[in-house]
């Protein structure tokens, strides 16, 4: 279940989109890397870029925004992506 | 109202509230199956190409230099940046004139020593308010000039992050607005982002000035 950790996009992080129906590419101007994402995390990156957020509320915004059903799945689904992402530097928890 | 119609509408709307929960059913089958075929990623799916030098020079920047790949290494690309302490050299400054400006300098445009600092740099997000009407210079030079100390140094620093964007490009390895944006949006602490900008100059120390 989501812990209500707050999440937002790491400062000093920009990113070029392309995206298709099932996935993402990014380009990251810090790092210089380019990254792939399925189509649920591109959805988390895309909400972050958007403003800071908790767990439950993107778990809610990606269940309409994919027309998904917001079980346990899905919840943990975000929450391996928001570590990913976090891995990345992309993301970063709101202290 | 004969038992007979009663009887019939009781089983009309019988029939109606089956076939809602009969379309319900299909509408949540939808979803699910739509999730269902997420739920063959068993955990999210991200790849991170390691770029070739996409903008001619991608191992000036951080990832860059932390890969170590060599299969990358372009010899021909000179990765340059400058210590902050080179932009207020006198050197790249120039002589000061009387009205305290500085005509002669080398710093790349549209920055000038006499640049009003919060102009780029927001005075109201905690990092560090030197003053309104504060110049590059001024904050450079924070002690003799405005008097300050304990500001851990980070306007000066974040100056040369800035200047060094501007004069070296890709080659310093960070694109335009990285330093102001991540300035304005800085959540650790003033220090931390001191130290950053400090490590992010001295990558590349043996650049020669630019006069």
């Known amino acids: 279940m989501p812990d209500g950790k707050h999440w937002r996009v790491s400062a000093g992080v920009g990113i070029i989109w392309r995206s298709w129906d099932s996935e993402s590419v990014v380009y990251e101007s810090f790092s210089g ?58 993301v970063e928890c709101d202290k | 109202m004969s038992d007979d119609i009663r009887e019939s509408q009781n089983m ?43 903008l001619g020079a991608y191992q000036c920047t951080v990832s860059g230099q932390m890969s170590g790949n060599l299969s990358n290494f372009d010899s021909t690309v000179q990765c340059a940046g400058n ?6 050299d006198a050197s790249v400054l120039g002589p000061q004139g009387s009205d305290g400006t500085f005509l002669a300098h080398s ?3 549209p920055f000038t020593p006499q640049s009003i600092f919060h102009n780029y740099f927001s005075r109201f997000n905690g990092i560090f308010d030197y003053g309104e009407t504060a ?6 030079k924070r002690k003799q000039e405005l008097g300050i100390t304990g500001d851990n140094k980070v306007g000066r620093k974040a100056i040369g992050t800035l200047l060094n964007i501007h004069q070296y490009g890709e080659y310093f390895g960070l694109p335009v607005g990285w330093a102001e944006n991540t300035w304005n949006t800085w959540a650790g602490t ?22």
């Open chain 1, 33 to 90: 890397d380019i990254h792939s994402f399925d189509m649920v995390t591109g959805a988390v990156l895309k909400l972050l870029v958007q403003h800071t957020q908790d767990e439950t509320t993107l778990v809610n915004s990606i269940s309409r925004t994919l027309e998904i059903e917001p079980d346990h799945s899905l919840s943990l689904f975000v929450k391996q992506s928001l570590v990913r992402l976090s891995g990345l530097g992309l």
């Open chain 2, 12 to 54: 009309s709307e019988s029939e109606e509230k089956t076939n809602l929960v009969n379309e319900d059913k299909q509408a949540a089958n939808v979803s699910r199956r739509k999730f269902a075929k997420l739920g063959l990623l068993t955990a999210p799916v991200i790849m991170t190409l390691n770029s070739r030098p996409v």
């Open chain 2, 83 to 88: 210590s902050e302490l080179v932009w207020m």
């Open chain 2, 107 to 109: 710093w790349p445009a």
């Open chain 2, 135 to 140: 110049t590059f210079y001024q904050v450079m």
């Open chain 2, 190 to 211: 003033r220090r931390e982002l001191a130290d950053f900008c400090k490590v992010l100059n001295a990558r590349f120390l043996n650049t020669p000035p630019p006069i």
